[in-house]
T-cell receptor, first 110, second 115 residues
Framework: DVKVTQSSRYLVKRTGEKVFLECVQD?????MFWYRQDPGLGLRLIYF???????EKGDIPEGYSVSREKKERFSLILESASTNQTSMYLC?????????FGDGTRLSIL | GDSVTQMEGPVTLSEEAFLTINCTYT??????LFWYVQYPGEGLQLLLK?????DKGSNKGFEATYRKETTSFHLEKGSVQVSDSAVYFC??????????????FGKGTHLIIQP
């Protein structure tokens, strides 16, 4: 079975902090994705990557950046956290389809 | 752009009732369609998928048929159980971009099954 592991289930940070969310997959997938999930809005794509050191903006990239130095690891970075970035963040990976999801990180920005 | 519209909940049913969750989509290409399920405190799991018109996806008693003429992918189950209580997401990806494309999701339908 594909395993997508997100480093933290719950995280509390303060406004203005630089925040790193880490995601690791164990199936040698080329494609990795970051989504945020908000009540009433569903999941929205922040960034994705189809290869090491490659990245593409999704639908809501503002305030975020990503890093993919190794194939199995995809990091989401909040450069200067703000309260409107309080959300559930979900990482996914795939070779083609379907995408396989991690359990999510619930991030609170105080 | 692409979009997915699904009925919003919560949807509350009694055990053994028939379930339908409606999903319609707008896409420019020839999308692949998915239903994902999210149990409390967990990430999303793929429930079923269909990649071309008239395909029927099925899993765990759930079914959905890709209807190109009505741009729909409604989820059905003949007899629901308490353990089916979860949030269900309809999603699509435009096949033009291949597997690297992100998914476009509906807003999710919270399903509650009462004993």
């Amino acid at each position: 079975d594909v395993k997508v592991t997100q480093s933290s289930r719950y995280l509390v940070k303060r406004t203005g902090e630089k925040v790193f969310l880490e995601c690791v997959q164990d199936m040698d997938h080329e494609n990795m994705f970051w989504y945020r999930q908000d009540p009433g809005l569903g999941l929205r794509l922040i960034y994705f990557s189809y290869d090491v050191k490659m990245k593409e903006k999704g639908d809501i990239p503002e305030g975020y950046s990503v890093s993919r130095e190794k194939k199995e690891r995809f990091s989401l970075i909040l450069e200067s956290a703000s309260t409107n970035q309080t959300s559930m963040y979900l990482c996914a990976s795939s070779r083609n389809q379907p995408q396989h999801f991690g359990d999510g990180t619930r991030l609170s920005i105080l | 752009g692409d979009s997915v519209t699904q009925m919003e909940g919560p949807v509350t049913l009694s055990e053994e009732a028939f379930l339908t969750i409606n999903c319609t989509y707008t896409a420019t290409g020839y999308p692949s369609l998915f239903w994902y399920v999210q149990y409390p405190g967990e990430g999303l799991q793929l429930l079923l998928k269909a990649t071309k018109a008239d395909d029927k996806g099925s899993n765990k008693g759930f079914e959905a048929t890709y209807r190109k003429e009505t741009t729909s992918f409604h989820l059905e189950k003949g007899s629901v159980q308490v353990s089916d209580s979860a949030v269900y997401f309809c999603a699509l990806t435009d096949s033009v971009g291949g597997g690297a494309d992100g998914l476009t999701f509906g807003k999710g339908t919270h399903l509650i099954i009462q004993p």
